[in-house]
């Protein structure tokens, strides 16, 4: 088996004689040549990934004033950093929206803002101690007057992510962008066969202490990144750079409409070809990385799995949901992401770029496992009113009127003979048919199109629902479309006051 | 090409669209629309050919019409190429060739869908 070592390739980096290629020219080179081929003739694959990133964020250090402040709060342009560390270090992170222009601006634009030179203004409020006695400053602060400004990400360049679909009737806004209902497209995220992990899922190089590029700047992978799981194909890495050595080219502040700010993060890696399976491993195509399409329009924690598809699939612009052709979107750049491993490559065939012998692999075995929730969770059927009476459609108006005002509910659910729920009225469809002259069956005038919930859902999504339609009870289904309750905004606001008061 | 349609409150609920069709003969694919009680907003598709003499017939009406030239505007700079625009397009404006993002001007009916569904504002739409 063919081998060499990483001071060898460094030795070569320094002499000017590396041979370096991007991770979408290793594949062909390694059919040509063979493995074995493959680690005599290439030292270093260089790989890349620009996506939006959420989990990023930045250290900086201000120096301190005189007289000194230890900083309680702090807001870089009206943008909230966190300041429970020491006097004067705040961490900015890249999702928190600003407080005067809320998710058009936040974090990540501030960190934006401080790689194209611009001036940040700060206010800071201060905790009055003895040893800081000042209570409050405002100052205005380029990137260079920081003593630090550190980019420190807990979890970024995942090695494959899911792609969303919505089946629902409305459009969500969502960090993977817009998604049209009924299925109308597909997003996605991730650069395939240049991602740096699907480069080396065995971890022979990926480590703490790796050198990679980020943003521009020559940074270090410091460890596996929050829920890292290379068991399930959701490897990602935690890593840190110089905001300073920082290029807008490969940074970029971005707005999820309706979702909030988020940072577009230039991450590469250089792959040294040290055996044989490292040169098998770097061959990966897209068509040998698969995702899977998930149903965004289940708004909980496990959404259910539509198709199972590769990254050819769907870079090739279209895949194929229940015999019909979706367009699909990337929310990732490729184009950047090449020009990442490209430049990676550059400064390694300069002498610029010297490899890294990490000093421990990445965790083979991650963990993410689900939130311990300990407060009550409500269900709609904890909250719902039973005994709901409910009309068949060839009940006239009159008599519906009479139910209405003899009972406690404002709306009737119609339902079949065999107690399926068809339709609704409400008090207010039924004055409107009164004063039409409209005395007719409930079924000339009930609503057809009937939003429901499950007995089963959690209680926000009732009240999202009725938010989002604008209504005022929702009928609950089971499973056999039987009504067995009603959920009213008036149960909701019952419910929760109780609860805030209790 | 695409024409867009401003049709004032006065000749709002007069049968501008078939009337002009029935005067020029040209056969007019209306892609967007959306009147009110007062005023209309209308994007039509129609021939190269037949469009000097449609969008006359429209103007005699009194209404403002637009050619749609220039419909979306990107900022080059802003733009990273990602492709978040290519899917929410209801008429495949948006396209890659390579890895970079292109668009054809002709395709777009200013329906706004891509505008904020860019993550880096990098489009507008344009006046004509």
């Known amino acids: ?502 | 090409m695409k024409l867009l349609l401003h049709v004032s409150p006065g000749i709002v609920r007069q049968p501008l669209v078939s009337s002009v069709i029935l005067e020029t003969n040209a056969l007019v694919n209306i892609e967007r629309a959306n009147v009110d009680a007062v005023c209309g907003e209308i994007v039509i598709d129609v021939s190269s050919d037949k469009c000097d003499v449609v969008k006359k017939a429209f103007e005699d009406r009194g209404v403002e019409v637009v050619l749609l030239e220039m419909p979306v505007i990107k900022d080059e700079d802003e733009c990273i190429n990602c492709g978040a625009c290519i899917s929410i397009c209801p008429t495949g404006t948006f396209k890659f060739e390579g890895s970079k993002v292109v668009e054809d001007p002709g395709k777009c009916i200013q329906c706004g869908a891509c505008i904020k569904a860019c993550p880096q504002r990098a489009l507008k739409l344009g006046l004509g």
Request: hydrophobic share 40%.
């Open chain 1, 1 to 502: 088996m063919q081998e060499k070592s990483l001071s060898e390739i460094n030795e070569r980096i320094r002499d000017g004689s590396v041979r370096v290629v991007s991770a979408e020219e290793m594949p062909d080179l390694v059919d040509e040549l063979g493995t074995d081929g493959a680690v005599r003739e290439v030292d270093v694959v260089t790989t890349g990934t620009f996506g939006a990133m959420c989990s990023s964020g930045v250290f900086l250090n201000m120096g301190h004033s005189d007289p000194p402040i230890k900083i309680a709060k702090a807001w870089f342009n009206e943008v909230e950093a966190y300041g429970g560390i020491a006097a004067v270090d705040l961490f900015l992170g890249a999702t928190q929206p600003s407080l005067d222009r809320g998710d058009e601006y936040g974090g990540s634009h501030v960190i934006e803002d401080l790689v194209t030179g611009k001036e940040i203004d700060v206010k800071a409020q201060g905790a009055v101690t003895d040893c800081y006695p000042r209570l409050d400053l405002e100052t205005s602060l380029r990137l260079e007057d920081f003593n630090q400004a550190v980019m420190i990400n807990p979890r970024n360049a995942f090695q494959t992510y899911n792609a969303a679909i919505n089946t629902t009737s409305r459009t969500l806004h969502t960090y993977l962008g817009h998604l049209l209902p009924r299925c109308g497209n597909v997003n996605f995220s991730g650069s395939g066969a240049l991602n740096p992990i699907s480069n080396d899922p065995d971890f022979e190089y990926l480590g703490v202490g790796t050198r990679i590029f980020l943003c521009g700047a020559q940074g270090y992978i410091i460890g596996s990144g929050t829920q890292h799981l290379p068991q399930g194909g959701f490897a990602n890495l935690m890593v840190k750079g110089n905001l300073k050595d920082m290029n807008n080219d490969y940074l970029r502040a971005a707005t999820f409409q309706d979702y909030g700010p988020s940072l577009y993060v230039g991450l590469g890696v250089p792959i040294p070809v040290l055996n044989e399976n490292v040169a098998m491993k770097t061959a990966v195509r897209d068509r040998d990385i698969v995702t899977e399409i998930l149903d965004y329009g289940v708004p909980r924690r496990s959404r259910p799995v539509i198709k199972t598809v590769t990254y050819e699939e769907l870079y090739s612009g279209l895949v194929d949901i229940d015999g019909k052709e979706v367009s699909t979107s990337p929310m990732s750049s490729r184009h950047v992401a090449r020009r990442v491993a490209d430049a990676l490559k550059n400064q390694i065939l300069n002498g610029d770029f010297i490899l890294s012998a990490p000093v421990q692999p990445l965790n083979h075995v991650g963990k993410n496992e689900p939130m311990k929730q300990t407060k009550e969770f409500p269900l709609v059927g904890d909250v719902m009113r039973k005994g709901v009476v409910t009309v068949v459609g060839d009940l006239c108006i009159h008599e519906a009127a009479k139910i209405i005002v003899g009972g406690t509910f404002d709306h009737l659910p119609v339902v079949s003979e065999n107690n399926k729920l068809m339709g609704i009225i409400t008090a207010w469809d039924i004055s409107k048919a009164v004063a039409d002259g409209n005395i007719s069956k409930v079924s000339d005038i009930m609503t057809r199109r009937v939003f429901i919930v499950s007995p089963d859902e959690p209680l926000e999504l009732a009240a999202r629902k009725l938010d989002h339609h604008k209504i005022s009870a929702l009928p609950v289904i089971d499973k056999d479309d039987r009504v067995v309750g009603m959920i009213t905004s008036d149960d909701l606001s019952r419910f929760f006051s109780r609860r805030r008061s209790a």
